[in-house]
C-alpha cells in the first residue's frame, strides 16, 4: 500500500489513524476467519480470508484490503473483540 495514501486514511467512524496489520494480527484474523462464525459489523460473514487488511490504532476495528484497495465501510468493519487470542 502505498505510504501517502496511509497516512492520510483514517476510521470512518472513529476516525482514527489506520496501520496495516502485521503477521501476528493478520494470521490471527484468518485462523478466525477459517474456524467460521467471524462476522462484519453488517451482520454479513467474512468467509474469505484477508491478504492484508487496516487496523485502527486501538485495535479494535480491522478493515480488509481487496486488491490493493482499502474498503473503508462501516458495515465490512471487523471487530477484533470476537476473535480469540488477537495480538494487543
Known sequence: ??????DILCCPTSKQPLALLN???LAAV?????A??????????QS??????LITRDHKIVYRIDD?????LADEAI???GIANFPR
Open 1 to 6: 500500500m502505498d505510504r501517502k495514501l496511509l
Open 23 to 25: 503477521a501476528a494480527e
Open 30 to 34: 484468518n485462523h478466525a476467519i477459517a
Open 36 to 45: 467460521g462464525g467471524l462476522r462484519r459489523a453488517g451482520g454479513e460473514p
Open 48 to 53: 474469505a480470508t484477508l491478504a492484508e487488511g
Open 68 to 72: 490493493g484497495i482499502p474498503v473503508l
Open 79 to 81: 471487530a477484533t473483540a
